[in-house]
């Protein structure tokens, strides 16, 4: 439950638990940036997904954070930024179409976010091998004959991921779009990450909720479109529910305790089925047995009836 590690996925979720709000419906809609990946970066690092959010208002305490949540989002499903890292950046200083590729160290020359002047990638890495914060991840790429850099249409550097992003493009209160990439060793990791970030920091868009596309053109010049907002769908049986459970409700109290877990539900077609609808930030929900555990969270464990099984084993 990734969502849950910044106060505004953990307190939508909890609002929809206590029956305060409705579930939201997330949309991609707005202006199309372009991410082009170059076949260089593939050895290094494949994989890197996008989005944009506009009309945002930023203060203090949404900045910290905005910035806070990527951090926890880079130590737990990012393993310490080597399967997802990210980098968020002013759309405003920057122009697409955007390019993620991989250059020679004497080619990347760029000022960092944490310093005051501009070095090359080499310089960089040997600087943060003795950063407290940042010497954890210089190792993931140092000996790597080529850096990966996100590249604007003017050739300004926007980050060498997974170290650090610019000091151009940095985030301030007065920005008001925002470019977010997620270079990736693991495709579906970068699509949990950039799911979870858009799907709690689009409240504060002028639309809120409403989230800007990106389209990535591969090396092979095949497309697609991000971020990838899928919604899953389940079937399930009240009969079903309350047998794994050990309980005996009614059609309507799994639905509504499904919706306080944030699963939209509806009836069925048969007597006593369920039709759910798994939104994108709950990527947890891969199987029928994951909505059967929400169902019971949501019930309570405590109110579940305890007995004896009625087979006993020494």
């Given at each position: 439950?990734?969502?849950?590690?910044?106060?505004?996925?953990?307190?939508?979720?909890?609002?929809?638990?206590?029956?305060?709000?409705?579930?939201?419906?997330?949309?991609?809609?707005?202006?199309?940036?372009?991410?082009?990946?170059?076949?260089?970066?593939?050895?290094?690092?494949?994989?890197?997904?996008?989005?944009?959010?506009?009309?945002?208002?930023?203060?203090?305490?949404?900045?910290?954070?905005?910035?806070?949540?990527?951090?926890?989002?880079?130590?737990?499903?990012?393993?310490?930024?080597?399967?997802?890292?990210?980098?968020?950046?002013?759309?405003?200083?920057?122009?697409?179409?955007?390019?993620?590729?991989?250059?020679?160290?004497?080619?990347?020359?760029?000022?960092?976010?944490?310093?005051?002047?501009?070095?090359?990638a080499?310089?960089?890495?040997?600087?943060?091998?003795?950063?407290?914060?940042?010497?954890?991840?210089?190792?993931?790429?140092?000996?790597?004959?080529?850096?990966?850099?996100?590249?604007?249409?003017?050739?300004?550097?926007?980050s060498?991921?997974?170290?650090?992003?610019?000091?151009?493009?940095?985030?301030?209160?007065?920005?008001?779009?925002?470019?977010?990439e997620?270079?990736?060793?693991?495709?579906?990791?970068?699509?949990?990450?950039?799911?979870?970030?858009?799907?709690?920091?689009?409240?504060?868009c002028?639309?809120?909720?409403?989230?800007?596309?990106?389209?990535?053109?591969?090396?092979?010049k095949?497309?697609?479109?991000?971020?990838?907002?899928?919604?899953?769908?389940?079937?399930?049986?009240?009969?079903?529910?309350?047998?794994?459970?050990?309980?005996?409700?009614?059609?309507?109290?799994?639905c509504l305790?499904?919706?306080?877990?944030?699963?939209?539900?509806?009836?069925?077609?048969?007597?006593?089925?369920?039709?759910?609808?798994?939104?994108?930030?709950?990527?947890?929900?891969?199987?029928?047995?994951?909505?059967?555990?929400?169902?019971?969270?949501?019930?309570?464990?405590?109110?579940?009836?305890?007995?004896?099984?009625?087979?006993?084993?020494?």
């Amino acid at each position: 439950r990734c969502e849950l590690l910044c106060i505004e996925g953990l307190s939508y979720f909890l609002s929809l638990f206590l029956q305060t709000s409705k579930i939201n419906t997330i949309s991609a809609d707005g202006n199309s940036q372009k991410l082009i990946i170059n076949k260089d970066v593939l050895p290094i690092r494949p994989y890197c997904v996008c989005a944009s959010l506009y009309g945002i208002k930023l203060d203090q305490e949404i900045l910290d954070s905005f910035i806070d949540f990527q951090e926890k989002l880079h130590q737990n499903i990012g393993r310490k930024r080597t399967l997802v890292s990210i980098g968020t950046h002013d759309l405003d200083t920057i122009s697409g179409p955007f390019t993620y590729t991989a250059l020679p160290h004497d080619k990347i020359i760029f000022r960092t976010l944490t310093l005051d002047k501009e070095h090359n990638a080499r310089e960089i890495l040997n600087i943060y091998s003795n950063h407290p914060n940042l010497k954890q991840f210089v190792h993931i790429i140092e000996k790597s004959p080529l850096f990966p850099v996100i590249i604007d249409s003017k050739g300004t550097i926007l980050s060498m991921p997974p170290i650090i992003n610019s000091y151009h493009s940095r985030l301030t209160l007065a920005t008001r779009n925002i470019f977010i990439e997620c270079t990736a060793t693991d495709f579906v990791k970068a699509n949990i990450v950039l799911n979870a970030i858009v799907t709690c920091f689009s409240r504060y868009c002028a639309k809120p909720n409403t989230i800007g596309p990106v389209e990535i053109i591969n090396p092979d010049k095949t497309s697609t479109i991000c971020p990838e907002l899928v919604v899953h769908n389940f079937h399930v049986s009240t009969n079903w529910l309350n047998k794994n459970i050990g309980i005996d409700v009614s059609r309507e109290t799994h639905c509504l305790n499904l919706n306080r877990m944030g699963l939209d539900c509806s009836f069925g077609s048969c007597t006593d089925g369920i039709h759910v609808t798994v939104p994108p930030n709950r990527p947890d929900i891969i199987h029928k047995f994951d909505i059967l555990e929400d169902a019971a969270i949501a019930f309570g464990f405590n109110n579940i009836p305890r007995c004896f099984p009625h087979i006993s084993t020494n």
